[in-house]
């Protein structure tokens, strides 16, 4: 993967216009309301954002964020961040970051009132079948940034949400309150507590399918959680969605860096991230 300083010239220009595109329907400049730390690792950032950024926003999606420049971090290329929570009453856009590098560390120095441009709502996100009243969302870390919005969709549609939350330790548990603030049924699961090995939360899961009839299983990122839900998706004959993530440049479509290998009808094919993804069939993502 090339450096930001090193980009060809022609992925250059088209990361300027990202820089100083014309104001489309699709870039929006909000306005920072709050971006607090949760811990150490992440912030959540919460943005009053225009009617039209929210208006066919659904969970998985993502928006390309413009970061600020602050001092020594200048990063160039926007970044993807996929929506935290869509409040269309207050008009609010969310996002759940974890510090990274150069994009993610200026973004936390973003104080209340300041703009902030961003640009989407991008790429395909989860998608409900009308039969899957029983759904369980299992994700660790960030990824409970991206299924979070999950909760707040199954509330909608009158779904039953099961919610396995995995961590490092209780305090890196994210979205736990706000799971549960949605109805849905949380199962934390820590490393320093002994219940977030491939064993336990095999267990867990195979009792769930057991006890409440799970009808569709979502994921994110975590390899590990991808063997783990195929396995079990294919032994109980359950579906299921990933959100995968994938380094973007343009985020619309156009340059093909986000590409990855999905097999469908035994054929392998690549697909965009950006553009036919995040969001993905459960069964056609290669683990990597
Ligand atoms: C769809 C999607 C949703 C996501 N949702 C979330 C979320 O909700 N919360 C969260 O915390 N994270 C999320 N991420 C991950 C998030 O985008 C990264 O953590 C973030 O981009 C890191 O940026 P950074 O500048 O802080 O870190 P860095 O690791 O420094 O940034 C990435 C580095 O790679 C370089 N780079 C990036 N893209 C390219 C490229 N195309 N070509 C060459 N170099 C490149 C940059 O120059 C930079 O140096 C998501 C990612 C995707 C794809
Ligand atoms: S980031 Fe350009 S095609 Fe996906």
């Not at 600020?68 to 008009?91: C, G, H, K, W």
């Not at 820590?190 to 977030?196: H, K, L, N, Q, V």
């Not at 093909?256 to 097999?263: I, L, P």
Request: neutral net charge; aromatic residues 8%; glycine residues 6%.
């Amino acid at each position: 993967m090339l450096r930001e300083s090193e980009l060809p010239q022609q992925a250059v220009c088209m990361m300027m216009s990202s820089q100083s595109i014309q104001l489309s329907k699709r870039e929006h400049i909000c306005t920072v309301v709050a971006n607090d730390a949760v811990n150490d690792a992440y912030n959540h950032l919460i943005l009053d954002a225009p009617p039209l950024a929210l208006q066919a926003a659904v969970p998985g999606q993502f928006f390309h964020l413009l970061c600020p420049q602050v001092d020594a971090l200048t990063p160039f290329l926007r970044r993807p961040m996929s929506i935290y929570r869509i409040d269309r009453e207050q008009n609010r856009l969310h996002f759940l970051y974890k510090l990274v590098g150069a994009g993610t560390r200026a973004m936390a120095h973003l104080r209340p009132g300041d703009s902030f441009n961003v640009f989407g709502p991008l790429g395909r996100g989860f998608w409900l079948e009308p039969s899957w009243q029983n759904l369980l969302v299992v994700a660790r870390g960030v990824g409970l940034a991206t299924l979070a919005p999950l909760a707040q969709l199954a509330r909608q549609e009158g779904r039953r949400l099961f919610a396995i939350c995995s961590a490092r330790s209780p305090e890196y548990l994210l979205s736990v309150d706000y799971f549960a603030e949605m109805g849905a049924r949380v199962l934390p699961v820590t490393d320093s507590e002994g219940t977030s090995g491939v064993t336990a939360v095999t267990h867990l899961i195979t009792h769930l399918i057991e006890t409440e009839h799970i009808d569709a299983f979502f994921t994110c990122g975590s390899n590990r959680l991808l063997k783990l839900l195929q396995q079990l998706g294919r032994q109980h004959n359950i579906p299921g969605q990933i959100a995968l993530e994938q380094q973007m440049a343009c985020g619309l479509g156009m340059c093909y860096c986000c590409v990855r290998t999905f097999v469908q009808d035994g054929q392998r094919i690549d697909l965009r991230v950006c553009k036919e993804g995040p969001v993905f069939d459960l069964q056609e993502a290669l683990t990597w």
